[in-house]
């Protein structure tokens, strides 16, 4: 069974930085695709960045600011988030796929989700 839980969230002001955690349980495969979304309110679910064996995706507007890594060992997926802006309030969900390739930012391709973790920038 896959479980995924997001930590890691917080509130913070303009310029400063954090960092989300997933725990990922039951994801064995090692092409597995993990992804970060985001959902602001009102908004969609937002593709932010990938990562797999076929490298990492970041979308437009956080290319250059966030980082999207994997420790392997412990199954934790990373999303280092610096230079956050006001605009980068959603809350942030941790979501995982056996295959995502071209399409990472699409949310309909990601099988598991986690419950989200809240950032806040003002």
């Known amino acids: 069974q896959v479980q995924l839980v997001e930590s890691g969230g917080g509130s913070v002001r303009p310029g400063e930085s954090l960092r989300l955690s997933c725990t990922a349980s039951g994801v064995t495969d090692d092409q597995a695709c993990m992804a970060w979304f985001r959902q602001a309110p009102g908004k969609g679910r937002q593709g932010v960045a990938s990562i797999s064996i076929n490298g990492r995706n970041y979308a437009d507007s956080v290319e250059g600011r966030f980082t999207i890594s994997k420790d392997k060992a412990k199954n934790i997926v990373y999303l280092q988030m610096n230079s956050l802006q006001p605009e980068d309030t959603a809350m942030y969900y941790c979501?995982?796929?056996?295959?995502?390739?071209?399409?990472?930012?699409?949310?309909?391709?990601?099988?598991?989700w986690g419950l989200g973790t809240q950032v806040t920038v003002s």
């Open positions: 979501a995982a796929t056996y295959a995502c390739g071209s399409s990472w930012s699409n949310s309909r391709v990601f099988t598991y």
